[in-house]
């Protein structure tokens, strides 16, 4: 939600500001702006409604805009619709002070009215606009006083950056519940929203912990914290490869993403399993506490939440332990049955998303040990967790996620076996053989790939319908619910994931004569239960694309030869059930892609969607 970037140097700000907000658009594409000091030009300040390609054409890719000092800001709109007045940065009545921000004032509208009541006049409809004119109103000369006032008075999250025309040589950056960053350059400072963004020119960074307010000079960065004594922070060494953030010749993000899935598995399962067993260095949980657990929670949003759907199956079954999967923003409002003998699994990709952050406080609020299992290093949720499982995906740029999901499921693998092993319900051979399919989920998601131009061409037959169901039942019916969400994120095709066994109760009377089921049947347990609904639907005029094992697709090839039960046949390598989620996605996961290319979506920034959900 909003990315923001800010730099200090010797060089031209704008093209560097512009390159970064590049990397930071999934945080927000509704608008973007710059606002660059300059001797002569003062504070230039120049915004636009659109993508950064609008604003980049206004600014002549940086080269009409001189200074080196500037902020940046790319817009994921809250307050106020997307247009060129309510873009950031905003600035103060009289254009000393700008600011960029990600987050929301929440007490902004009594903020407003005491400002509007002191006479200062508003132009925008944004609760950021607040800021600059409140710092405008406490200042006396020091713009960090003034921040510091400010910040005692504003309500809500926050990560901002700050210049005053007064003190050009420097840069102010304060964080609450939105994530920013310090990049340390030679001959010049950064701060941003994240790492991608000035990844080019440092890999020395500093995260900032809310309550942080950071002053950034050329040659010096001084933290402070709330009552403005400074403090000193450790930094941190980004190794992520530069090519990991850019597209690297594919056509677009998600694409390469999904391609990336084997790499992202491996690095995340390999490194944990040392002579046959789950090892999980960053993980302090104990027999005697897993033992006397009474329950375990996890807590996501979106995908995250599919793959804590997966999860339930898969660690009731072979742990033994009952799963509440919640919603994060149902979670912190419901009251939860939760105290010191729940583990509450808090599952984010981007570590920062609003509502799981909060559910995981409110956990912790309540007595039960928290465990993160998280993507970016240094975010809110892997700091805050009482312990963390990082999933070792690289950076992921595409809105909708792919490679992070599927390292999210296999962490979840790994903790099962974990919790199993420790709670002694899993039974050594089927231990090791999960053990050993998950090392061989790499090379068979490969193999899936392999076959992408089966699903391109599924796609192509499929692309104009209105409306998609995925049915399956325990675990496919999981995964489906990813499939649907894929589905309709990236392609706006309005799609369902239905239990299969559900859906005569009331929704099949939505399926006509077209509609497209998506018959997910590799769970073998209940395959046959399954192609039962397949013949319900089929009967009442459905076209049917099955999705199953390598093995029942000989099985159900043959039934197709008499009765065509199904329409079409994709199928995926062979594995334990409780792993078979790690490769079904995969399909689902290219027919979304193709069927948005066909559509001639925005596949990697899908209207009004923002990767970090930094709002409630
Ligand atoms: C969908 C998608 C979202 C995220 C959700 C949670 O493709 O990416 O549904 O899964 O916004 O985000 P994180 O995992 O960062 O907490």
Redesign the pocket.
């Known amino acids: 939600m909003c990315g923001i970037i800010g730099y200090i140097g010797e060089e031209e700000a704008a093209p560097i500001l512009l390159d970064g907000l590049s990397k930071l658009e999934y945080r927000g594409y509704d608008s973007a702006g710059v606002a660059v000091y300059s001797k002569d030009q003062g504070l230039n300040v120049v915004k636009a409604k659109g993508r950064l390609e609008v604003l980049s054409r206004l600014v002549d890719g940086g080269k009409s805009v001189h200074g080196t000092v500037g902020l940046g800001h790319t817009r994921w709109a809250t307050h106020g619709q997307p247009s060129d007045i309510n873009s950031h940065p905003h600035v103060s009545h009289s254009g000393k002070i700008a600011v960029v921000h990600n987050g929301i004032i929440e007490n902004y509208v009594k903020l407003k009215q005491f400002l509007i009541s002191k006479g200062v006049a508003f132009v925008s409809e944004t609760d950021t606009e607040v800021v600059a004119q409140m710092l405008e109103y406490y200042y006396e000369g020091d713009i960090l006083a003034s921040v510091a006032k400010v910040l005692a008075r504003i309500e809500g999250s926050y990560a901002f950056g700050i210049i005053c025309s007064d003190c050009p040589n420097q840069l102010i950056a304060a964080r609450k519940d939105s994530p920013l960053i310090l990049g340390f350059g030679k001959d010049c400072n950064f701060l941003a929203s994240d790492v991608t963004a000035i990844l080019k020119h440092t890999r020395d960074v500093c995260y900032l912990a809310d309550g942080d307010i950071a002053v950034l000079k050329q040659d010096q960065v001084t933290i402070y914290n709330v009552d403005l004594e400074p403090i000193e922070k450790p930094h941190s060494h980004v190794d992520w490869e530069i090519s990991a953030a850019e597209k690297g010749g594919y056509e677009h993000f998600m694409f390469k993403e999904i391609m990336e899935q084997p790499k992202a598995v491996r690095d995340t399962v390999s490194p944990r399993i040392r002579d046959g067993k789950v090892v999980l260095d960053s993980v302090n949980l104990t027999a005697d506490y897993v033992q006397n657990l009474k329950r375990l929670y996890i807590v996501?949003?979106?995908?995250?939440?599919?793959v804590g759907i997966v999860a339930k199956y898969t660690i009731e079954r072979l742990v033994r332990l009952p799963v509440e999967v919640a919603l994060?923003s149902e979670f912190r409002y419901c009251n939860p049955l939760v105290d010191e003998n729940t583990l509450v699994v808090v599952?984010?990709?981007?570590?920062?998303?609003a509502?799981?952050r909060d559910a995981m406080r409110e956990a912790k609020r309540l007595g039960a040990r928290t465990l993160a299992v998280v993507?970016?290093v240094g975010s809110t949720?892997a700091k805050e967790a009482d312990d963390v499982i990082y999933t070792w995906a690289g950076p992921?740029i595409?809105?909708?996620?792919?490679k992070?999901?599927s390292a999210?499921l296999a962490v979840m693998d790994l903790l099962t076996l974990y919790l199993g092993d420790l709670k002694g319900t899993l039974p050594a051979p089927e231990y090791d053989a999960i053990l050993g399919g998950l090392q061989k989920l790499p090379e068979q998601i490969e193999e899936i790939l392999s076959r992408k131009e089966d699903i391109q061409y599924y796609a192509s037959l499929y692309f104009n319908n209105q409306s998609v169901f995925f049915i399956g039942r325990n675990l496919d019916y999981a995964i489906g619910l990813?499939g649907s969400?894929?589905l309709k994120?990236?392609s706006y095709v309005h799609s369902e994931a239905y239990a299969a066994g559900e859906l005569k109760h009331g929704t099949i009377s939505l399926i006509e004569n077209g509609t497209l089921v998506v018959a997910l049947a590799t769970y073998g347990t209940l395959f046959d239960k399954l192609m039962s609904n397949v013949v319900e639907v089929k009967t009442r005029g459905a076209s049917v694309l099955a999705l199953t094992t390598d093995s029942r697709r000989v099985q159900l090839e043959k039934e197709t030869a008499n009765i065509r039960p199904v329409d079409h046949i994709i199928s995926i390598p062979d594995a334990h059930e409780i792993l078979l989620p790690s490769l079904a996605v995969v399909p689902l996961q290219l027919f979304s892609y193709y069927v948005a290319l066909l559509r001639g979506c925005d596949i990697d920034k899908p209207r009004n969607?923002a990767?970090?959900?930094t709002v409630e």
Do not use: F, P, R
């Open positions: 996501a949003c979106g995908s995250s939440y599919h994060a599952v984010s990709q981007s570590g920062e998303t509502d799981t993507n970016v949720i992921e595409a809105v909708a996620t792919t992070a999901y999210q990813e969400l894929k994120e990236i969607l990767k970090s959900v």
